[in-house]
């Protein structure tokens, strides 16, 4: 069992930042590949980034490429999202999430997440 706790959502004007952290609490954190997902209303929860295991191999949606940074550190058991250059299109809850995957490989499917945080709400301002 896992337990996942997302913090540092928030309001921001367009092309602000900001930077959402997610606690892992269970099993070896780094058994699992984290990924954030993201929930607009009335629009699918979709994977935005998501990182490896080992740290080392990570996945953007393309529209988050160039402005969204993933890392983890598996000493602390947290995974973090840099968001950067924030836009409407940006404003969703997000959710931290957690698959048990290969060491060095990213989990891209959904279903493949077994645990979930409550999420964060980021609202973007333009």
């Known amino acids: 069992q896992v337990q996942l706790v997302e913090s540092g959502g928030g309001l921001v004007q367009a092309g602000g930042s900001l930077r959402l952290s997610c606690a892992a609490s269970?099993?070896?954190?780094?058994?699992?590949?984290m990924g954030w997902f993201r929930q607009a209303p009335g629009k699918e929860r979709d994977l935005v980034s998501a990182?490896?295991?080992?740290?080392?191999?990570?996945y953007y949606a393309d529209y988050v490429k160039g402005r969204f940074t993933i890392s983890r550190d598996n000493a602390k058991n947290t995974v973090t999202l840099q968001m950067n250059s924030l836009n409407a299109e940006d404003t969703a809850v997000y959710y931290c999430?957690?698959?048990?995957?290969?060491?060095?490989?990213?989990?891209?499917?959904?279903?493949?997440?077994?645990?979930w945080g409550q999420g964060t709400q980021v609202t973007v301002s333009s």
């Open positions: 990182i490896s295991g080992s740290g080392t191999t990570t």
């Open positions: 999430a957690a698959a048990p995957f290969s060491y060095f490989a990213v989990a891209r499917e959904p279903s493949t997440y077994a645990y």
């Open positions: 269970g099993r070896p954190f780094s058994s699992y590949t």
